[in-house]
């Protein structure tokens, strides 16, 4: 019975070690890769990787695995090493997880936690607007992800919608909650930065002025993604989809609501985008401060009761949803695409989705 114990001990000990790449100094292989994972469907791609889905061998667990051409990072190998440095050291209920890393001579495969639901990109666009409860739980989601990594003085420097991973708390109920994930562009500030990056749509004034910028840069793109979630667009929009007008418009920070689009918006909602939205970084809302915001906590805890216990808010957005899905798609093109977009929209090779990811990235 004892040399039983022995023998399966030392097949177990062999079974963990083929569960993990080779960690000699040999190089890994795709081989060594798919001993340890099975290679599942594509759940996301993007410019630079795939992601899949993943089971490990050894007990099961599904994962993500990005896997990244690293030919195509030459010049951006800056944004793999800020991700595996970064993300790998975070651990937060709101951040995708990064489990290990491992590296062959053309890619880099990056072991996640999977996020079933897509990006919030994917949410606004097949929703067209959320209930401000719903963006009330949002922002909640998000604000306690930056208040982790501002604390820690690390800046995100690209949070928009498509970095933003959904998962679904009550499925039925479509009540989506969010992980902040790409941690290509973060890094650690201990002084002013001055290096221009991040989406023309969710940039902050201050980069666009080389003044000088931290953290406060995520809380202004937070104020535009709460923005887009009541109301189906963006604040700053160039007609014409000039980058330059776009830019002027973004650092002259002037917020208008038109009618009749937030007409049903509180004003409460209204007060908590213009506190996040406020040219001056010193002035504007912490992410700290966002998550204390009584608008953020009422919202949030209105979405996360039970169901049945649960009273439909009376706003108007949620008994108009479904009937307007359609006419917010067309007010949203008619508010910021000039009037020969009929050629974009006719090219067979130009998908809806692309069409509103073009429009919400460039204004």
Known sequence: MQLDNIFEEKNDSQKRETCDPPTDGRDVT????????????VVGDGNFAVVRECRRRDNGQTLAIKIV???????????????????????????????????????SYLVMEL????????????????????????????????????????????????NLLVSFRQVAAGICRLKLGDFGLAMVVTEPVFTICGTPTYVAPEILCETGYGVAVDVWALGVILYILVCGFPPFRSRDRDQVELFQLIKQAQLNFPSPYWDPISEEARGLIRALLQPDPTVRLTAEQTLLHPWVKAMASTCKRPRHHHRTPSNSVLMSLSISRLCDEIRVINLIVPDNTGDFLAAESFNGLQMKRFLLSWG
Do not use: W
Not at 30 to 41: A, K, S, V
């Open 30 to 41: 795709l081989t060594d890769i798919e001993q340890c994972y099975e290679f599942g469907r």
């Open 69 to 107: 051409e690293r030919a195509k990072l030459i010049g951006r190998e800056h944004m793999m090493q800020n991700e595996l440095s970064l993300l790998g050291s975070l651990r937060h209920p709101r951040i995708v997880r990064l489990f290990a890393h491992h590296h062959t001579n053309t890619h």
């Open 115 to 162: 996020v079933s639901g897509g990006d919030l990109f994917e949410a606004i666009s097949d929703r067209g607007k959320f209930s401000e409860a719903e963006a009330g739980l949002m922002v909640s989601d998000v604000s306690e992800a930056l208040n982790y990594i501002h604390c820690k003085s690390i800046v995100h420097r690209d949070l928009k919608p498509e």
